[in-house]
């Protein structure tokens, strides 16, 4: 792997590899491992399309830790908002870094809604920036693309390409992804996710999540993926406009990661 060379240091590469394993260690993504195609109202995914907000405005921001290696942290937010029942707009940002390297990233996006409100479709654009301690900083923009399908009856598709044009030192800041996935919701309470995704070089994953809501103050989710192994498992405590979320998420190759935030939603 490259990034053995560029580090110059075997402890690193471990870390490098979690970095790469997803884009975002947000409580829900963690919990879910990562299954984001229809993981709706989530400012912070891979789906530029799964970002149309429940409510008029939702703002979230989240830190997340990777237990092997404390030094390393994440800090993200996002936020959406819609202007009419069709169109939305979603901003977010991110950074996370240790002492041989640091990266950050912002991105704005649209989505628009068509078919009766059926389908909706969306395009984003990030820049990224990525600094080495020993051989400088480098700058990339890219664009993902995505879309969700409300099939009838309780039935969501969804898909999306993400970091479409991000090719940085030692494939960082991250390889190009492709996702496609199916959720189904039979009741208010229990919803299922399930998605195929692809990237660069690597053997497709999939991954599944249930989402559970006992009751109106409280959400729980698990998720697990293959044939590389992962579990995760997280919970949302919501209250009025503010939610407190947190998440697990575990992989045999690269550790422990948790993750905590909070959110706000306004009609």
Not at 98 to 127: C, M, N, P, Q, W
Not at 158 to 163: H, S
Not at 242 to 261: E, I, K
Request: aromatic content about 14%; glycine content about 12%; charged content about 10%.
């Amino acid at each position: 792997m490259q990034g053995t060379f560029i580090f110059g240091e075997v402890r690193y590469l471990g870390i490098l590899v979690g970095v790469l394993w997803a884009q975002y260690y947000t409580p829900h993504l963690l919990s879910t491992m990562q299954t984001q195609a229809t993981l709706l109202h989530e400012p912070i995914n891979a789906n530029p399309a799964a970002v149309f907000p429940l409510e008029r405005f939702h703002l979230g921001v989240n830190s997340a830790l990777y237990l092997p290696a404390p030094e390393l942290i994440f800090y993200s937010g996002g936020g959406s908002y819609t202007w009419d029942t069709l169109q939305s707009v979603h901003l977010l940002w991110q950074r996370w870094g240790f002492d041989k390297i640091h990266h950050s990233e912002i991105g704005a996006g649209y989505a628009l809604r068509l078919v009766r409100s059926r389908l909706t479709l969306a395009v984003r654009a990030r820049l990224l920036s990525t600094t080495f301690s020993e051989y400088g900083r480098l700058y990339q923009g890219t664009p993902d693309v995505g879309f969700t399908l409300k099939l009838g009856g309780s039935w969501y598709l969804g898909g999306y390409g993400y970091n479409l044009l991000a090719k940085g030192w030692g494939n960082l800041p991250g390889r190009t992804q492709y996702g496609i996935g199916l959720s189904y919701q039979p009741s208010p309470i229990v919803q299922t996710l399930t998605e195929v995704t692809q990237q660069e070089n690597t053997v497709p994953q999939v991954r599944t999540a249930l989402v559970y809501v006992p009751h109106a103050l409280l959400i729980l989710r698990v998720g697990v993926c293959w044939p590389i192994l992962g579990i995760g498992a997280g919970w949302t405590l919501r209250y009025k406009k503010v939610s407190l979320d947190v998440g697990y998420g575990y992989q045999p190759t690269t550790g422990n990661w948790a993750s905590v935030g909070v959110s706000m939603t306004q009609r």
